[in-house]
């Protein structure tokens, strides 16, 4: 019998406790041995299946030599980080969903993992229950990867789903997000692009080998965006989604950021709907590559922390994986593509934008699209109109 601990009693917490448990003639068939929940860390005690596996005591999964594997599902830094820590410490295995510690704490922690022979895996904590980052660092291990991005939040996309196929108010949109288990604790993570900002940072550590602070990356959600102009969008043939990415630039520093984009409508990306998430790699010798599946919810992201905690078993301190501390990132704002803009008054106020391509005009308003320009001069362009909206577009 092989014995585990779960940190955490959420979603996912619960998700982990139920995957061993339902799934676990599959997982001793592949382990060879049953795996078992023994204990449980909780803040506050209460009622429900695992009762009796509670404790409030860390010390009790620290000094239990008997777990071999911890699953932290705290989230957040403050008791998460020093648990983790504590646990790897006293060799154990740690896996989490915990994109947020990851993002921050991430080489640090796979640091001392290495220093204590054990594995700090962290599946769950980009695309839920899609495969991505074992098959980013592992099958495509040959390519120089060049670029990553893709729709990273699952919430975020219900939430334009539903407002956009339905109708629903935002407002509505997330309340049924949080029911169904998607949304983060504080949902302004989701909406305001950070979720999504740390996850393109965890890819982005492991796609270019160096660490990319996400206090340096620009997060933008989608409480700026309109229906307006997601309607203009879908009539000039594209459509609007919450994209995190992340590019390699040619001096070998890298770029990063959050923000709603236009994308063609026939991108296979463009029909990535409700909770799905969908993550694009391009590699020097693959081309695109992409990554489907549910981004969100109990037992998808539950699914990858199991499958972490049987590698974790099955491989030990055998392959391993860690990026440097330090690396040089550009401002996004350097970066260069065509921009949305819909401007107040006709084509005429747009006379400083270079090229541009009209693609609606109304109410005394001006939609139009430009050519390639940096982020810094569509800033500067933005400013200068005062536009009612500006989003980058991605093709
Ligand atoms: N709140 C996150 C999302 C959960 O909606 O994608 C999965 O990381």
């Not at 940072?201 to 965006?225: H, K, N, S, Y």
């Not at 969908?278 to 919810?297: D, I, P, Q, R, S």
């Not at 050519?371 to 980058?392: F, T």
Request: net charge negative.
């Amino acid at each position: 019998m092989i014995q585990i601990a779960i940190m955490g009693l959420g979603t996912v917490g619960t998700g982990v406790a139920r995957v061993v448990e339902e799934n676990a003639q599959q997982i001793q068939r592949k382990l060879g041995e049953p795996l078992q929940v023994k204990t449980v860390l909780v803040r506050h005690f209460h009622d429900g299946p695992y009762r009796h596996l509670m404790t409030d005591d860390f010390r009790k999964i620290e000094e239990d030599p008997d777990i071999r594997v911890v699953v932290e599902t705290i989230g957040g830094v403050d008791a998460a980080y020093t648990y983790t820590r504590r646990a790897l410490e006293a060799g154990k295995h740690v896996v989490t969903a915990n994109k947020q510690l990851v993002a921050e704490k991430g080489c640090e922690l796979l640091a001392l993992a290495r220093e204590h022979h054990v594995r700090y895996l962290f599946e769950a904590s980009v695309g839920g229950g899609i495969p991505i980052l074992h098959p980013l660092t592992e099958c495509m291990a040959a390519n120089r990867i060049d670029e990553v991005y893709g729709i990273l939040n699952g919430t975020t996309n219900y939430i334009l789903t539903r407002m956009v196929r339905s109708g629903a108010s935002f407002e509505d949109a997330l309340r049924e997000a949080q029911k169904k288990g998607y949304a983060e604790a504080d949902p302004t993570a989701d909406v305001e692009g950070i979720d999504a900002g740390r996850k393109i940072c965890i890819l982005a550590d492991l796609a270019f080998g160096r660490q990319v602070d996400p206090e340096r990356v620009p997060m933008e959600g989608i409480t700026r965006l309109s229906l307006q102009d997601v309607e203009i969008a879908r009539q000039a043939g594209y459509r609007i989604k919450l994209l995190g990415r992340a590019v390699r630039l040619q001096d070998g520093a890298c770029s990063a950021y959050v923000a709603p984009h236009l994308i063609p409508a026939e991108w296979p990306l463009a029909s990535v709907e409700d909770v799905f998430n969908a993550v694009v790699v391009k590699g020097n010798a693959t081309g695109e590559v992409m990554f489907y599946g549910k981004g969100a919810g109990e037992m998808p992201t539950a699914s990858a922390c199991v499958a972490d905690v049987m590698e974790a078993l099955q491989t030990g301190c055998g392959s391993d994986i860690g990026w440097e501390k330090d690396g040089a990132f550009k401002d996004p704002l350097e970066l260069t593509s065509r921009y949305y803009f819909r401007i107040e008054g006709s084509l005429e106020r747009a006379a400083s934008f270079g090229t541009v391509k009209c693609l609606w005009e109304d109410m005394g308003q001006t939609a139009l699209l430009t050519d390639p320009i940096s982020g810094r001069k569509a800033q500067e362009l933005a400013h200068a109109v005062q536009a009612l909206m500006c989003l980058r577009v991605l093709e």
